[in-house]
């Protein structure tokens, strides 16, 4: 987050991270931020999104880009994309590129979102976002695979065109759909190679995993090839053996405070970490 997140500053954490045997970074995604919203935050205990004052989150596809020749074996992922109140063409475009330049790096986490607000300053509807979520990702994916796509919905209307380069990826670009709700969970069994899920126990996944697993029976798939990605409450030696005992693939850890002072000190916590389970 500006004005925190200096160009050294990230770059010098991606080459950190790297070095420490951090399997990949991820970032959040909001556009424009509000001080009256009608749905809290569900990641702090005010409601607000914790950003420095003056502040806000940078873009994800520029810092990826910039990240990417900081890096060579980092990956890199959004925690989440906003999909609903993004452009689909260009966004399949953009991170198609980002697959391209990084050598098949990127992660993509996806959700609908949860601001209101930014949904509607993006101009697009609030009540019907999850259904254009499922449109844009489908028309992502023809984008992605298809030498000449086409796609035809209520929300998207694509004539037949040609978008290259295709990801490096394949079939394409991984897609980790986020949340814990039943029709988030549809939407990873139906469209996603991965689920995502934020701020959980070991014993709060557990019973997300078998709706879940229920999702992806109706589907007619499995866990199998299912990539599981969660951000735990808390992370130490104990509970990611427990969350790998459930199956998770990878733990997205905050960093939280991104002050220079307070990454020198989490860093070798994240280095133990790494060493510990290794």
């Given at each position: 987050?500006?004005?925190?997140?200096?160009?050294?500053?990230?770059?010098?954490?991606?080459?950190?991270?790297?070095?420490?045997?951090?399997?990949?970074?991820?970032?959040?995604?909001?556009?424009?931020?509000?001080?009256?919203?009608?749905?809290?935050?569900?990641?702090?205990?005010?409601?607000?999104?914790?950003?420095?004052?003056?502040?806000?989150?940078?873009?994800?596809?520029?810092?990826?880009?910039?990240?990417?020749?900081?890096?060579?074996?980092?990956?890199?992922?959004?925690?989440?994309?906003?999909?609903?109140?993004?452009?689909?063409?260009?966004?399949?475009?953009?991170?198609?590129?980002?697959?391209?330049?990084?050598?098949?790096?990127?992660?993509?986490?996806?959700?609908?979102?949860?601001?209101?607000?930014?949904?509607?300053?993006?101009?697009?509807?609030?009540?019907?976002?999850?259904?254009?979520?499922?449109?844009?990702?489908?028309?992502?994916?023809?984008?992605?695979?298809?030498?000449?796509?086409?796609?035809?919905?209520?929300?998207?209307?694509?004539?037949?065109?040609?978008?290259?380069?295709?990801?490096?990826?394949?079939?394409?670009?991984?897609?980790?759909?986020?949340?814990?709700?039943?029709?988030?969970?549809?939407?990873?069994?139906?469209?996603?190679?991965?689920?995502?899920?934020?701020?959980?126990?070991?014993?709060?996944?557990?019973?997300?995993?078998?709706?879940?697993?229920?999702?992806?029976?109706?589907?007619?798939?499995?866990?199998?090839?299912?990539?599981?990605?969660?951000?735990?409450?808390?992370?130490?030696?104990?509970?990611?053996?427990?969350?790998?005992?459930?199956?998770?693939?990878?733990?997205?850890?905050?960093?939280?405070?991104?002050?220079?002072?307070?990454?020198?000190?989490?860093?070798?916590?994240?280095?133990?970490?790494?060493k510990a389970v290794a």
């Open positions: 987050m500006s004005p925190l997140a200096t160009p050294q500053l990230v770059a010098g954490l991606g080459s950190r991270l790297e070095q420490a045997g951090i399997d990949s970074l991820w970032m959040g995604e909001h556009v424009v931020l509000f001080d009256e919203m009608e749905f809290p935050y569900p990641g702090s205990r005010d409601g607000k999104i914790p950003v420095p004052a003056g502040g806000g989150l940078l873009d994800t596809v520029a810092t990826f880009g910039f990240l990417a020749s900081a890096t060579r074996t980092l990956r890199l992922g959004t925690g989440i994309t906003l999909v609903p109140q993004r452009n689909p063409v260009y966004t399949a475009k953009e991170f198609a590129t980002l697959d391209w330049l990084t050598g098949g790096r990127i992660d993509f986490g996806v959700g609908v979102g949860w601001c209101k607000e930014e949904v509607l300053a993006c101009g697009y509807g609030w009540e019907d976002r999850g259904a254009r979520c499922d449109e844009f990702l489908k028309a992502m994916i023809a984008l992605w695979t298809e030498p000449v796509a086409s796609f035809h919905g209520k929300h998207v209307k694509l004539a037949a065109c040609r978008m290259d380069p295709k990801p490096v990826q394949k079939p394409h670009v991984p897609i980790i759909v986020g949340g814990h709700g039943p029709r988030s969970l549809r939407r990873a069994a139906e469209l996603g190679n991965g689920w995502y899920g934020f701020a959980l126990t070991p014993e709060l996944l557990a019973g997300i995993l078998a709706k879940l697993d229920r999702a992806l029976a109706k589907a007619g798939r499995s866990r199998d090839g299912f990539e599981i990605v969660v951000t735990p409450q808390q992370a130490s030696p104990d509970t990611i053996r427990a969350f790998s005992d459930l199956g998770v693939d990878r733990l997205v850890v905050q960093l939280g405070s991104q002050r220079p002072d307070a990454l020198e000190r989490r860093l070798p916590e994240l280095e133990q970490l790494v």
